[in-house]
């Protein structure tokens, strides 16, 4: 069965809940949690933009565009401590699907971006803006997903 472009944007709005390691915590409740949204390609690529090559601004507006609730401000986000921040950055890159190191994230997304646009556009007739609202993880799956339907035939 064909899906359609709402049935891959779905998986964008999910929320998930973190647990916090207390000994990040330093004082407050231990076992405190998080809601955290996964990013999208378009999150991803404005964080990029604005970032350039400031890893710590590209943590702090990572970690602020993900956090549903408590909501964040990325000032708030830049002071977070180091550990947290790098704790939180890793469980937001697992829920987006990203796995591979966060120096090359923005490298791997830019230019790959519009051949990955191309080529679901041409699978499956979507539109730029369909694949921008997607997170990475879904991106690869359909790319892998089209590849595979390539080799089988």
Not at 10 to 38: K, N, Y
Not at 61 to 82: C, H, K, N, S, Y
Request: with cysteine; proline share 6%; net charge negative.
């Amino acid at each position: 069965m064909p899906l359609t472009a709402e049935d891959l944007l779905a998986g964008s709005g999910l929320t998930h809940e973190v647990v916090l390691p207390p000994e990040l915590l330093e004082g407050t409740v231990p076992g405190g949690a998080v809601t955290l949204r996964p990013l999208t390609v378009r999150d991803v690529q404005r964080i990029a933009r604005a970032a350039r090559d400031d890893r710590e601004l590209a943590a702090a507006l990572m970690i602020q565009q993900a956090f549903v609730e408590p909501a964040l401000t990325a000032d708030q986000a830049g002071r977070l401590p180091a550990g947290l921040a790098r704790f939180l950055v890793d469980r937001i890159n697992e829920l987006s699907g990203v796995d591979t190191p966060r120096d090359r994230l923005a490298e791997l997304v830019q230019a790959p971006l519009a051949k990955a646009c191309f080529v679901l556009a041409d699978e499956f007739g979507w539109t730029a803006e369909d694949v921008s609202g997607m997170t990475i993880g879904q991106i690869l799956m359909y790319l892998e997903m089209a590849g595979r339907a390539v080799e089988v035939a």
